[in-house]
């Protein structure tokens, strides 16, 4: 990945920017969108491939300790393999731990790709297309990151067919109350449809790179590309099919994290016996997914250098709908609250007063900080606009929001009706390392990613340049958008 790309031959000068042309009074407003901008559609291609063969030294000792961190959470996989799940800190009462945790966190983190490229395609926003592909690529990986914690989960890993909804020799199906079965089920249709989705808006960008590549590279796009010509015919196939996909894949978004839910709310377990728990779950797995893709366009803008693709423009727009979600999070956890509160039962006001005053108030007041402070700071444009700034706050709203996944699963199962039954949970280096196995996991495969397929989709930029253009209304250009058949 260290040789260089080669791309296509130097242009003329670029024009000047259509923003030039526009009055002083809205030059400023206008010079940093980037669908008015006058690039060359070769310097496009060159600016996308370019940052893909920059890979220094500080890349392969990033690489190598995200692989080491993922080797050694494979041999702690292996040791409770080995010597049972008791060497996992999950005991009575506390049945599930930082596993399931974790995964409620991963399916959470995979919603913010749906959101913005199905959503938003279907609404023609046009700030979405420069980050839709890293959106989708988050999806892909966060689920499969999600997907290892049922087999992790279920001790005995090579029992795993029991989950796969088929009859037996004996012609017994497996358990279909089993929350196993439900997870696995969500999470791989929900995998199957996120690849297909994400790998159908890349052909037309295998093709570029495939024209402007040579080696391995070439032969890997070449076969990716599946013969992509760009013909009006398969263009037309191509939008049929992203628009098809857009509208099958939302109720799926909606199901998997509401099936996430009914894992604890079929229970009845206390606090977890909830029919509000599917909204509050998707809320803030849109809440969390948001946040992490915020973060994780600041560290790419900066590490692959695409400041010509990822602009202020779009973390403003992106802060925004971060900050709704907040909202929408905030209204769901105090409906849930309140009615807990006035139900008044002894349990249930055990597990309060645990989370308010009690052992667990420390964790509680650090997740309402960093859930809560940042939807106050997101109001401020400044603030959405400032890269550090906004990688600061969407970092405190996944901590706050894997904070909150552990004092739902750990700290509710706790308590329980019957009090000679109560006990506490300590992790063990197992249960740490399998969970930094995955994080370490999810930043190696998008790092590698983001090196070999073009990060930015370079169709859509393109298209959405014919769509939003300068009009001449009286004596001032205002950009406007067309509708493109």
Not at 121 to 126: A, G, L, M, S
Not at 129 to 140: F, H
């Amino acid at each position: 990945m260290s040789e260089a790309i080669p791309l296509a031959g130097k242009g003329p000068a670029p024009e000047k920017s259509r923003t030039d042309s526009l009055p002083a009074s809205l030059s400023n407003e206008y010079q940093d969108r980037l669908l008015l901008e006058a690039m060359k559609d070769w310097e496009i291609n060159q600016a996308v491939l370019e940052p893909m063969s920059r890979t220094g030294p500080w890349f392969w000792v990033i690489v190598a300790v995200l692989a080491a961190i993922v080797a050694w959470g494979l041999y702690a996989w292996g040791y409770q393999i080995y010597w049972g799940f008791g060497v996992a800190g999950i005991n009575r009462p506390v049945y599930w731990g930082f596993y399931i945790a974790t995964f409620i966190f991963w399916v959470g983190i995979s919603h913010a790709g749906t959101m913005i490229s199905a959503v938003l395609r279907i609404f023609k926003v046009d700030w979405r297309r420069p980050i839709t592909r890293g959106a989708e690529a988050m999806t892909a990986f966060a689920l499969m990151m999600a997907g290892l914690f049922p087999l992790i989960h279920l001790g005995r890993v090579w029992k795993f067919y029991w989950m796969i909804p088929y009859p037996n020799n004996r012609f017994m199906w497996p358990n279909f109350q089993s929350p196993l079965m439900w997870d696995m089920i969500a999470i791989f249709t929900y995998l199957i449809g996120s690849s297909l989705y994400l790998y159908l808006a890349m052909i037309p960008d295998m093709a570029m790179a495939r024209d402007n590549t040579v080696r391995w590279r070439y032969k890997l796009y070449r076969l990716m590309a599946l013969g992509w010509r760009g013909t009006e015919a398969e263009w037309h196939k191509l939008h049929r099919a992203l628009n098809i996909f857009s509208i099958i894949i939302i109720p799926v978004f909606l199901s998997v994290h509401s099936i996430v839910s009914w894992d604890f709310a079929v229970t009845l377990q206390p606090r977890w016996h909830s029919t509000i728990f599917a909204p509050y779950f998707v809320i803030g797995a849109i809440y969390s997914g948001l946040a992490a893709l915020a973060a994780i366009l600041v560290l790419v803008r900066w590490g692959m250098k695409l400041q010509n693709f990822l602009r202020m423009e779009h973390f403003n727009a992106l802060g925004k709908v971060v900050m709704v979600a907040g909202l929408g999070w905030l209204y769901f956890w105090f409906a849930g609250l309140i009615v807990e509160w006035y139900g008044n039962e002894p349990v249930v006001m055990e597990l309060l007063h645990e989370e308010f005053i009690g052992s667990l108030a420390p964790l509680f007041y650090l997740q309402m900080t960093c859930n809560v402070l940042p939807i106050f700071f997101l109001m401020f444009k400044k603030v959405r606009t400032t890269p550090v700034l906004l990688l600061t706050f969407a970092i405190m709203i996944n901590i706050g929001m894997f904070i909150e996944r552990v004092l739902i699963v750990i700290g509710d199962l706790q308590r329980n009706y019957l009090p000679f039954n109560w006990g506490t949970y300590r992790p063990t280096w197992v249960e740490i390392s399998i969970v930094a196995m995955t994080f370490a996991g999810f930043s190696l495969l998008y790092i590698l990613f983001s090196r070999i397929f073009p990060y930015v989709p370079v169709w859509e930029i393109k298209e959405g340049r014919l769509r939003y253009t300068l009009r001449r209304i009286g004596r001032l250009l205002i950009p406007t958008a067309a509708e493109i058949e």
